[in-house]
């Protein structure tokens, strides 16, 4: 046992995750100006596999979890309970603590955002980095059915044929992003039905900002045993939505942003930009809300480093958009059960370094008179 | 203790000002965001045409130079004050390349006239298809319309509402003057006044008509200017604190070279009283900025060079006190000079005195996270400097052991601080991110050079523990923990991405490029020196034996 935990917490260990950290910090970064932010991301850190080319190397998920079981094994190490190293006893626990609230924050957080004109309400938050295909049953007057698939799903060649829906989806092609444009005569076919007549999608490279891809779907819809049946397209932010009737049923078709629904409301009521006088240089933003649960308004302001916490959801002030009859406030939500971590983690891993400075810097700095010659 | 000495600065330097009376160069003017004297307003905009604060070839202050033009237009249409540094700029001009390349607004206007085509073609690329001379061309046109529309830009006339947020009222668009209230065109007509005996050279008469303003200023407009400021940031303006502070440090630097040479002690003690006064004055001039702005010490590019500036000092001169052998000198007299002069290099692309976009115009923010990772910085620097220190001295007096071991114990000492402030400030940025856009850590670049300085000491303080690395290792590992500070530092905003690109400069690229280069051959070629010296020592004695 003993064996064992003095090899896991050996310190060499720690010096060589450190430097492939930093090789990865370092490569991730670099590459952030071809790929943008998040592509990096996902591939370096945010992963527990990073490929360099085709070598498989240990990711930063991997670095890290090293990394902790190498500290973890540390704080078993019997020399290390002395008075004299409480300092390096607090920081490494303080580590741990840090180390963990990032593992649970990149497992179970939760990211995106909320697009709000002026005057209008939301109960959803957008995934601005996957997309669904959302089928919605319109028949009823009083309630929609939504059915909605997820993009991990929409790959080329896959059936889909959800409970309550009288059609089957064949995925044909899935883009993550793709230019509409207008379909050349020659190029029609008859199996083509309803926005795919005119538009054709082109697909594009992924943008190095991932919230700007537009994604494109291009299926096949079967099982209607009627004029319905044939080739169908979507993509995002589609303005006329594409809508079916299959007997008495009717539905509506859309590729969207994947929607998170939320047991509230957000109403924006009043979206502010106040510039430094006489600039363009922005002095602050502000969305005046209402904060709506089962039809009781609550007015609320959230503004840039002050955000809206409520019931585990934290809404930030993040962007906007202004048209000439309208402000549209871009709100950006995030849910992480990891938050409270790195707030407590940082107090005590700043103790202990502290303490250890106290105890080690009169030692490093002992006034030695030695002339220079 | 910062505290008090800063109430102490500002209490000193206000009764000196009270004392003083209001002048021309304290006339508020509403630009770039804030009210700033025309002194600042008439500096800036020579900076940005001329390149200096100051007409060298009139011996023209820019606060003269600026009303001169206002009086007399004429004149002022002939003094060369565009600065064309590439000849091919100004051939296209068909102007003459002479000695001194300055050239007057008459000029450069018949020089652009007939472009139009040429320019619009310029004009419609993208800025990383231009050749270098279309770019310094398009650069001169676009100081060339700033100049011609600097009186749009004049903004000195408060508005009617007193609402500090309103905008002001430039010289050109007072000319219609029904619009104004009563309180306003009294202050346009005393300005207008004021010009006038001013062109008449009449002394008695522009001190009355001043003396008008002020009265009206405080009467009407005490809610929107803060005169005694503005007077405050007049005097800064010509004080040239940080000119003081590097001559004093200079000053250490000489007296440290003489102590070496003659007798020691009296001349390294005079030395440590001229840093220490240098570091004072330092001091005196953050606070000043931090006073004239009403925000924490460092919040732009420039001010943390000053700050890291400050900060290496402050360390050296407190080293100095411990050791007392001129070794905190020298490196506090060197590490200052050269922060200031890169800091003097900055402060030539423009105001350094600009405001803040919203998301960083918090002061609890600014002043905890931006102020400890830069003292991370300054500090991660010293060690960097002591690591430089150690190499060269293990070279120099490779058997003065004692000495070595003491420089070794010390570098350590200071990585140690430096990874507290530096750990300690990238957490707080973390959470100040945490704050505002709702995550922690996001890969951002400048945080991600953050972690890698945090890494590099958690590094060599495990590697030193572990016994893989000796002094001279450690030594070596410090001074290329400079390379990863600049490249935090400045190398991030080259990337050009993330939420902390600000200052880009295409000059800090091969700047970086020298710098790195020579830490990698001066770290690695003393180190091998090092090892091949000992190498050689134990094998003579192996062949003695």
Same mark, same amino acid.
């Given at each position: ?80 309970? =002395? ?8 920081? =490494? ?281 | ?545």
């Amino acid at each position: 046992m003993k064996e064992i935990i003095k090899k896991l917490s050996d310190s060499r260990v720690f010096v060589c995750t450190i430097i492939w950290m930093m090789i990865l910090v370092f490569t991730g970064t670099l590459a952030q100006r071809d790929m943008g932010l998040y592509y990096a991301q996902q591939k370096y850190f945010s992963n527990w596999i990073a490929w360099f080319g085709v070598i498989p190397l240990p990711g930063g998920r991997i670095t890290m979890m090293i990394m902790f079981i190498n500290m973890a094994a540390f704080l078993f190490k019997p020399t290390l309970w =002395h008075m004299k190293k409480i300092g390096i006893l607090i920081v =490494h626990f303080g580590a741990l603590l840090l180390l963990i609230g990032g593992g649970i924050t990149a497992l179970f957080s939760f990211e995106g955002n909320m697009v709000l004109a002026e005057g209008s309400r939301a109960n959803f938050i957008s995934n601005t980095k996957r997309s669904e295909f959302a089928i919605i049953n319109t028949t009823h007057k009083d309630y929609n059915d939504i059915i909605t698939i997820p993009d991990e799903i929409l790959f080329d060649g896959n059936i889909i044929s959800p409970e309550g829906i009288p059609f089957s989806i064949e995925v044909i092609q899935y883009y993550s992003n793709v230019s509409p444009s207008s379909r050349k005569q020659s190029d029609q076919n008859d199996a083509y039905r309803g926005l795919a007549k005119n538009i054709v999608l082109l697909p594009l490279d992924n943008e190095k900002e991932a919230e700007m891809n537009r994604s494109g779907v291009l299926f096949r819809i079967s099982g209607t045993e009627s004029e319905s049946d044939g080739v169908y397209s979507l993509f995002l932010g589609q303005s006329i939505p594409q809508t079916l009737t299959i007997g008495s049923e009717s539905f509506t078709l859309s590729l969207r942003r994947e929607r998170y629904y939320l047991p509230f409301f957000i109403e924006l009521l009043d979206f502010k930009r106040v510039l430094h006088p006489g600039t363009n240089i922005p002095k602050s933003f502000s969305s005046e809300v209402n904060l709506i649960t089962e039809e009781i308004p609550r007015r609320l302001i959230i503004q840039m480093n002050e955000p809206l916490r409520h019931r585990g959801y934290t809404f930030f002030q993040s962007s906007f958009s202004q048209s000439s009859n309208t402000e549209i406030s871009i709100l950006a939500v995030v849910k992480n059960y990891g938050r409270l971590f790195p707030y407590i983690s940082s107090l005590i891993m700043s103790l202990g370094l502290l303490i250890h400075l106290l105890i080690q810097l009169p030692k490093l700095f002992k006034s030695k008179r030695a002339k220079l010659t | 203790m910062k505290k008090i000495l800063f109430t102490l600065l500002i209490c000193c330097t206000g009764f000196v000002l009270s004392a003083q009376d209001f002048s021309y160069k304290d006339i508020p003017v509403q630009d770039g965001g804030r009210i700033k004297p025309l002194d600042t307003f008439a500096r800036n905009q020579l900076l940005s045409v001329y390149g200096k604060r100051s007409l060298k070839s009139e011996n023209l202050p820019a606060i003269e130079w600026l009303l001169d033009l206002l009086v007399d237009p004429n004149t002022g249409f002939n003094q060369k004050i565009f600065n064309i540094r590439n000849p091919e700029v100004v051939q296209s001009l068909r102007l003459k390349w002479d000695n001194d390349h300055t050239y007057s607004y008459q000029e450069v206007l018949q020089g652009l006239e007939g472009q139009e085509e040429l320019l619009h073609q310029i004009e419609e690329k993208a800025d990383e298809d231009l050749t270098i001379v279309e770019g310094q061309l398009q650069d001169l046109v676009l100081n060339f319309q700033k100049f011609a529309n600097m009186w749009w830009y004049l903004k000195i006339i408060p508005p009617a509402s007193l609402n500090s947020n309103d905008p002001w009222l430039s010289l050109l668009e007072v000319n219609n003057e029904q619009s104004l209230t009563e309180n306003q065109r009294t202050l346009f007509l005393t300005f207008t006044e004021y010009l006038n005996k001013r062109s008449k050279n009449d002394a008695l008469g522009t001190e009355n008509s001043m003396a008008n303003y002020n009265y009206q200023l405080n009467q009407n407009y005490s809610n929107v200017v803060d005169i005694k400021r503005l007077k405050f940031e007049t005097w800064y303006n010509q004080a040239n604190i940080f000119y003081l502070s590097l001559s004093f440090y200079i000053l250490a630097f000489l007296f440290l070279a003489f102590s070496w040479i003659t007798t020691p002690e009296i001349l390294r003690k005079l030395s440590h009283g001229s840093l220490t006064l240098g570091l004072l004055l330092h001091v005196a001039g953050l606070c000043f900025r931090m006073y004239i702005m009403e925000r924490p010490p460092v919040s732009t590019l420039y001010e943390s060079i000053i700050f890291v500036s400050f900060i290496a000092v402050l360390c050296a001169v407190i080293l100095e006190f411990i050791r007392k052998d001129g070794l905190g000198i020298f490196i506090g007299a060197i590490s200052g000079s050269i922060f200031h002069y890169i800091g003097f290099r900055y402060s030539i692309d423009g105001d350094t005195l600009g405001m803040l976009v919203a998301v960083l115009d918090s002061n609890f923010w600014l002043a905890t996270h931006v102020t400890t990772i830069t003292i991370g910085y300054g500090a991660s620097l010293m060690a960097g400097f002591m690591g430089h220190i150690y190499l060269a001295m293990a070279i120099l007096q490779p058997n003065n052991t004692k000495r070595l071991k003491d420089i070794y114990n010390n570098t350590f000492g200071i990585t140690l601080m430096a990874l507290f402030f530096a750990l300690f400030g990238t957490i707080l940025g973390g959470i100040w991110a945490d704050q505002s856009w709702g995550r922690f850590w996001g890969w951002d670049p400048k945080e991600n050079g953050a972690m890698l300085i945090c890494m590099w000491h958690l590094m060599m303080i495990h590697l030193r523990l572990s016994g893989l690395v000796k002094a001279p290792g450690f030594a070596l590992g410090m001074v290329l923990n400079s390379i990863i500070v600049a490249l935090a530092w400045f190398g991030v905003n080259l990337l050009n991405i993330g939420l902390h690109s600000y200052g880009f400069d295409s000059g800090i690229a091969i700047n970086l490029g020298l710098f790195i280069l020579f830490e990698l051959g001066f770290g690695f070629g003393t180190y091998f020196w090092i090892k091949f010296m000992k190498n050689k020592n134990t094998n003579e004695l192996t062949q003695i034996q």
